[in-house]
């Protein structure tokens, strides 16, 4: 069974950085694509990254892009997050989650985030002075 956990939340300022952690267990990373998603009360779950494993390849959305990277550690087993000049709207819960496919395209294309098989539990960022 796909084991998610996630962790690195906290609070920071704005124009600070952040590294949140999402380690995997009972499955290989670097095989599917690994998508981190965030959501705030009252509003709907956006996906804000994901990353190919298999070769690599990144897609952001456009409210982070430029400021956020998403990269695996294939030895840890681990993906991460790195939020740079973070900004009040970065304020959400943080989930990975993965279908266990290959490429990004189920994790970006579909609005039902919810037929997504494996999530961790989440872990709270919050940027405020």
């Known amino acids: 069974q796909v084991q998610l956990v996630e962790s690195g939340g906290g609070s920071v300022r704005p124009a600070e950085s952040l590294r949140l952690s999402c380690a995997a267990s009972?499955?290989?990373?670097?095989?599917?694509?690994v998508g981190w998603f965030r959501q705030v009360p009252g509003k709907d779950r956006e996906v804000v990254a994901c990353i190919e494993n298999r070769d690599g390849k990144t897609f952001y959305a456009d409210s982070v892009k430029g400021r956020f990277t998403v990269f695996t550690d294939r030895i840890q087993n681990t993906m991460y997050l790195q939020m740079n000049n973070v900004k009040y709207e970065d304020t959400a819960i943080y989930y990975c989650?993965?279908?266990?496919?290959?490429?990004?395209?189920?994790?970006?294309?579909?609005?039902?985030?919810?037929?997504?098989?494996?999530w961790g539990q989440g872990t709270q960022v919050t940027v405020s002075t």
């Open positions: 989650a993965t279908d266990q496919e290959d490429t990004c395209l189920e994790i970006l294309a579909n609005p039902r985030w919810w037929e997504i098989g494996s």
């Open positions: 009972e499955f290989r990373l670097d095989t599917y694509a």
